[in-house]
């Protein structure tokens, strides 16, 4: 098996991804358990390659979340949110977007769920940086753009509501 292969497999992103982005992120992956630095360096050497493949502010928001990095995975998610707004022609502010909810089909396409998933995990982030308020405001929204709960905004929703009782 060639590493090519062997690193295609590391993770499964979008099939619809640039090819060279996919090579960056993979190997990213692979480096991810041994080598945080370097890592760190292919994330975001796919992130500059092409900013427009939401799979790039994934794999950032999720790799410094996992590092404890809430602010700069923070950072990767309002990028994200604001860029998949930008490719699905909807409001990038979500307090609006939801405002006008039943003008957008959540569900019409990967730009769109990326965009709910997306939210959901900048949820999680407010919660665990004991922003609570924050986390409970847009997992309202959540509840308003994704009543299928497709994005399983409704763990947040529990672990928020387990937050409270411990307080």
């Known amino acids: 098996m060639s590493s090519v292969s062997m690193l295609e497999e590391a993770v499964t992103f979008s099939?619809?991804?640039?090819?060279?982005?996919?090579?960056?992120?993979?190997?990213a992956v692979v480096a991810s358990r041994s080598d945080k630095a370097q890592a760190e360096q292919l994330f975001i050497q796919a992130y500059m390659l092409d900013k427009h493949c939401l799979q790039t502010y994934?794999?950032?928001?999720?790799?410094?979340?996992?590092?404890?990095k809430l602010d700069e995975?923070?950072?990767?998610?309002?990028?994200?949110?604001?860029e998949a707004s930008r490719?699905?022609?909807?409001?990038?502010d979500y307090q609006q977007l939801a405002g006008n909810a039943a003008k957008w089909n959540m569900y019409e396409d990967e730009?769109?769920?990326?965009?709910?998933?997306?939210?959901?995990?900048?949820?999680?982030?407010?919660l665990r940086q004991k922003r609570n308020a924050d986390a409970g405001t847009i997992l309202h929204i959540l509840h308003t753009l994704d009543p299928e709960d497709r994005s399983g905004f409704s763990?947040?929703?529990?672990?928020?509501?387990?937050?409270?009782?411990?307080?």
């Not at 995975?73 to 604001?82: C, D, P, R, T």
């Open 87 to 92: 490719l699905g022609g909807f409001p990038a």
């Open 73 to 82: 995975a923070e950072q990767y998610v309002l990028e994200g949110l604001q």
């Open 155 to 167: 763990v947040i929703v529990q672990l928020a509501e387990a937050v409270e009782e411990e307080v």
């Open 15 to 27: 099939p619809n991804m640039p090819v060279e982005v996919n090579k960056l992120l993979q190997a």
């Open 111 to 126: 730009i769109s769920l990326f965009y709910l998933y997306t939210l959901k995990a900048l949820a999680f982030i407010k």
């Open 58 to 68: 994934f794999a950032l928001y999720k790799f410094y979340f996992y590092q404890a």
